[in-house]
């Protein structure tokens, strides 16, 4: 199979291919592994192919919306029974996971093919994909940016037609962003709609959530159908659709409320192009009907800041201790940046923590009493285009005396060096908009309409009320059809 002819296929396109005759699961899975070999050396999307699993995977019977799909796992969580989960992390790169994680399962059940597992930062700990373990993901846009994080290797991969759509998970933006670098679309779902178990309950108290990233909305509709619903192992039971969300994808949105800004108390300087992404997304809604205003953030977008870091920090210390009693490894066993946010999360108090998390309630009442008066909020999903693989680094010059306070337990004084706000303003200075959905719960979405002067992507983001996946799906069709994008390829296809 010709790969202009197997990247013009969505996922569900290339299920009907192959249930039609066109083509076989075999056929799909060459096309797929000869993308990757073509491409790899070039965005270092997969970092642990899975052969000899897809291999098997061929002889068994495939049924389901995605039978013969080739599909990619992220190497952080998404456990594929018998093969490491990384998380990016020295550590762990050789611990084979005991069972498959539930929506691994619910993949397999609906039929892909997983033939390799994608790059991600240690942890999921930023919103670059540059491990220390795995070396840096590129973006088929310009292979010197990063194509975001903590998804990033996912990302690139679709965009680059290695896939037609990948797994993806995101606790602080990490469907979002790196679907908003690459020119994707990426939905993160409501709290508790998709499960995480069985090894897991609910990762940064029910903040993170698995997904897909995808070129078409119907893809990432037909996957969530695949992912959503309740399991014995979770803490609860999630308010579900009641319907196929696959079916909303072409239905009227009706007229939307939709409130919009740009603005970001976290980062002052958000790029011109960030800003004309959003007021020329309003000017498309308006044109089809909507009701568009420019609204203050329905937020205090600073403190919020501070409560994702303070629970953010924790988790990393947190899941650095974890993963020290499990492996036994000492410091080597991860990145000193790791190590900076574990020590500064380990200073936490528990009344801090759990008033970081009881704060959260403000942020939803807040996003709460906006979404009386609108439907939608609407912002930028990036505050700059792309960063620069290596723009984050911290300085070499700074990298000695970090580590020497690393190992004399005297962390705070890193404040004092502006370690620390480098790290806090290079995570969220250019995503400041991301955090929102995951501390409140809400879904909320990355829409590719914009592309730089430089030909870069750089999406939108939608943030929906609770329970409002199937209005942010039904809108994305919309604006898909309007101003599509399914077939703009980067440079490297």
């Not at 790059?119 to 590129?138: H, M």
């Not at 070499?396 to 020497?404: G, H, N, Q």
Request: charge should be negative.
């Amino acid at each position: 199979m010709e790969h202009r002819d197997y990247a013009e296929l969505d996922g569900l396109g290339l299920a009907a291919a192959i249930a039609g005759g066109e083509l076989t699961a075999a056929e799909a899975l060459e096309a797929a592994q000869r993308r990757a070999q073509a491409v790899g050396g070039r965005i270092n999307a997969i970092v642990r192919p899975l052969e000899a699993q897809a291999a098997a995977r061929l002889d068994e019977p495939l049924t389901g919306p995605f039978a013969g799909v080739p599909f990619l796992l992220k190497d952080l969580g998404q456990q594929y029974a018998g093969v490491p989960s990384s998380y990016g992390c020295r550590a762990l790169s050789q611990l084979p996971a005991m069972e498959h994680a539930t929506v691994v399962q619910r993949w397999l059940d609906a039929g892909v093919v997983v033939f390799g597992r994608t790059n991600t930062p240690e942890f999921g700990a930023k919103g670059i994909t540059e491990p220390e373990l795995f070396g840096p993901a590129r973006n088929p846009w310009d292979a010197d940016r990063t194509p975001g994080g903590s998804s990033g290797g996912s990302a690139a991969a679709v965009a680059a037609g290695i896939v037609p759509v990948a797994g993806a998970s995101d606790g602080g933006g990490s469907i979002r962003i790196p679907s908003a670098c690459c020119g994707l679309f990426g939905l993160k779902a409501g709290r508790g709609l998709v499960p995480h178990g069985p090894i897991a309950g609910e990762p940064l108290l029910g903040a993170a959530t698995d997904g897909v990233v995808s070129r078409t909305v119907r893809d990432s509709a037909a996957m969530l159908d695949v992912l959503a619903g309740p399991d014995p192992t979770v803490p609860f039971a999630p308010a579900t659709h009641g319907g196929s969300y696959l079916d909303e994808v072409g239905r009227d949105p009706g007229r939307l409320r939709i409130g919009f800004h740009a603005s970001s108390a976290i980062n002052s300087s958000v790029d011109r192009e960030a800003v004309t992404a959003v007021t020329e997304a309003a000017a498309l809604l308006e044109s089809l009907g909507h009701h568009v205003e420019a609204v203050a953030s329905p937020v205090d977008d600073a403190a919020l800041a501070r409560d994702f870091l303070t629970l953010w920090f924790a988790n990393v210390a947190y899941e650095v201790g974890h993963v020290r009693q499990l492996t036994g490894a000492g410091r080597e066993g991860f990145e000193q940046d790791t190590l900076i946010m574990a020590a500064l999360g380990s200073r936490t108090t528990a009344v801090e923590f759990v008033a970081a998390v009881e704060r959260r309630h403000e942020h939803v009442r807040a996003l709460a009493d906006f979404h009386d008066r609108f439907d939608l909020l609407l912002t930028p999903t990036l505050a700059t285009p792309p960063p620069r693989i290596g723009q984050f680094d911290t300085p070499k010059a700074l990298r000695p005396l970090a580590e020497t306070l690393l190992r004399t337990r005297t962390a705070p004084v890193l404040r004092r060096l502006g370690i620390v706000e480098r790290m806090i303003d290079d995570n969220l200075g250019w995503v400041p908009y991301t955090q929102l959905a995951n501390l409140t719960g809400r879904p909320a979405a990355s829409v590719p309409l914009h592309w730089t002067a430089e030909g870069l992507p750089l999406g939108v983001q939608f943030v929906a009320p609770l329970g409002g996946e199937a209005t942010l799906l039904r809108l994305a069709a919309q604006l898909e059809e309007a101003k599509p994008w399914k077939d703009r390829r980067p440079p490297l296809l």
